[in-house]
């Protein structure tokens, strides 16, 4: 896995909770655990600095790496996805979005079609993308991000036909791909969890494993919001596998969490100018959890 993409995940699932920034000595400590050498890392965020993501501070000879404001709604977003454990409900409208983005920044418009699949959209016919979700506020801030404000049209809108909504959920999405991602997640993490299940039982469950295997899952299930768009239950299939996917995911998650965090805790150092939080949010489920708890 690429050390920027690991980078976020470690971002969302522990610095936030511990003050919002890390020294890079430690963040190199932590993403020697998956095997990402010092140079990658240092790679990575400069690249991630470059981009908006993150932004640096001093302190002595010490540097330390906090997100910034376009960081935290990305992590805020994805965190709201990642961790409930049900989708919203419906209020049956439709938001439409129409571009035509000239030929000389099309880089602006390949970016601007991976923000939205990430967000939700699906493309309903070229240069016209669809959600049933209230994105608007995502929406804006993609589109200033790119500058690209001029160049596209936002609908809020009634479907009223010939067909049924769940059609034009099936022109948009490709929902049974989807299923099958969730069987094979599903498949290899149900496994995952009995054996480490039965490891904790036997006290043989170490930190640092712990650490290893909840950031692993939290990484690989945030795949899914590339893929699975979160549609309202209303619109979703009857052998929908995203639920039975979700709630493994949150027993496996608590399971991890506490030996996981203690890991965490014994390679990150304060600074003088962030202290530490004395515990974290060392508990059995991440904040967001709480709500579905």
């Given amino acids: 896995m690429k050390p920027r993409s690991m980078i976020f995940t470690l971002y969302g699932d522990y610095i936030r909770y511990y003050g919002g920034e890390i020294w890079i000595g430690s ?7 998956f095997g990402h050498t ?10 991630m600095s470059r981009q908006g993501w993150i932004k640096a501070r001093k302190e002595g000879n010490r540097s330390y790496y906090s997100m910034t404001e376009q960081g935290l709604k990305r992590l805020e977003e994805a965190a709201k996805r990642i961790y409930k454990l049900h989708n919203d409900p419906w209020d049956g409208k439709w938001r439409i979005l129409v571009y035509t983005i000239p030929e000389e920044i099309r880089q602006v418009r390949d970016e601007l079609r991976q923000e939205l699949i990430w967000s939700g959209f699906g493309m309903l016919a070229n240069s016209c993308w669809v959600t049933p979700l209230d994105l608007e506020d995502q929406l804006k801030d993609i589109l ?13 809108a009634d479907y009223i036909g010939p067909h049924q909504s769940k059609d034009l959920v099936e022109k948009c999405w490709d929902l049974d791909e989807i299923n099958d991602r969730y069987k094979a997640f599903i498949d290899e993490y149900r496994r995952k969890y009995e054996q480490h299940q039965k490891a904790q039982e036997n ?15 939290v990484h690989e299930y945030r795949k899914f919001l590339f893929y699975d768009p979160g549609l ?12 039975e996917a979700a709630k493994l995911f949150s027993e496996y998650y608590r399971l991890l969490a506490i030996p996981a965090n203690r890991f965490f805790e014994s390679v990150y150092e304060a600074s003088d100018h962030n202290l530490k939080k004395e515990k974290g949010y060392n508990v059995l489920y991440h904040p967001y959890m709480a709500d579905e708890a």
């Fill in 27 to 33: 963040l190199i400590k932590l993403m020697e655990q």
């Fill in 38 to 47: 010092p140079q990658s890392v240092r790679a990575a965020i400069s690249r």
């Fill in 144 to 156: 200033a991000r790119y500058e690209a404000e001029d160049y596209v049209d936002f609908f809020v």
């Fill in 203 to 217: 006290g043989e469950l170490k930190d640092s494993d712990a650490f290893v295997e909840r950031t692993n899952l």
């Fill in 232 to 243: 309202p239950e209303e619109l979703l299939p009857d052998e929908w596998l995203g639920h």
